[in-house]
């Protein structure tokens, strides 16, 4: 399990991928550094198109409903991404939603997918990427975007690194002269990484004597807090990716911990059963107060903060000594009720 440094909200951070890791190109296409085929295929660069009737807000709540719309999926080769995300993007209204889906560590959930409900404007959205570039335009283990509402205009560009577009049939001469100044052509089937047998990797590096190197954890965190990010599932209930109730289940938490006395971020983890994010998060804000040493705090002046609850399955958790020789599974009795199994503060922080 990862371990969020306390250097992941300093100005000066940023991010580099792996110089090690080879692209693969095949007939000069060049694949994302992070998800690219492992059988034989043929990339085919370039776009289509299908008209989507009104059907609501597709799952993003508080944002109106969607309207007549026409949908892109466009395939670019990787290295000219950056160059087309930018175009595309200067085409949407000053304020945005910001969207982000990222491969995290839930065991039953595939995607953590993070929306904002208030918009922002584009510049933080644009300086952010631009700060982590390799993390959004090379890493297999996220997708990005945004969404507006008048106009409406949908662009998200997804873990596979395919562009997707959805824009009202006004704006559709607009997005077709733009694509075929990049030399992007309507085709039958465009085909990315994802149109093959493919892995997906994140590719950055993040050595401990490069603090200012964040890593993919980090970088969400970060997202999360300068794009007002939430995570859009239920936190009243308790499901996988295809809609079982899994019931009581064990969560690892982690939560950063800040004073005014004490401005520098802590870190601690809490492991608990329960069935629900929400009853997760209050097991998990309940188990560090124990863990502050400083009972008389101001709770005015102290932010404790969720940065994610996942779901973790019992064979990899242990209600043991950490230092066991032989740590077992999690008994079954611990998934009949809600409790705290054991909270500690992460190394170096407390």
Known sequence: MPIIRLEALDPMSRCLADESIARKTIQGFDFPLGVYPVEPMKPQEGYNSDFEQADGDDGIEDVEAWPDRYVYDIVISAQRLHALWVQIFALMPGRVYPILDYIGHDCYREIDPYIAYEPIGQERVTNFLQRYHDFFFEDGMVGFGAVSEDPFFYAFVDEHKILTIRVEPELCPKIEQLLASFGIEAVDEPAGADAAAHEHRSVLISPKDRPDLLNADEIVEAARHHWGLVLNVDPESNLDDEGN???????????????DQNPTA?????????????????LALEAIEQLIEEPDTDKSTTDIYLLSADRVEPKDISVEPENSKSPKPLPKKYLQQQSILSARWLTGTK
């Open 245 to 259: 109730d899994l019931g009581i289940t064990p969560f690892r938490c982690l939560l950063r911990y800040e004073t």
């Open 266 to 282: 802590q870190y601690a983890e809490v492991l608990c059963t329960a069935a629900s994010i929400h009853e997760a998060e209050s």
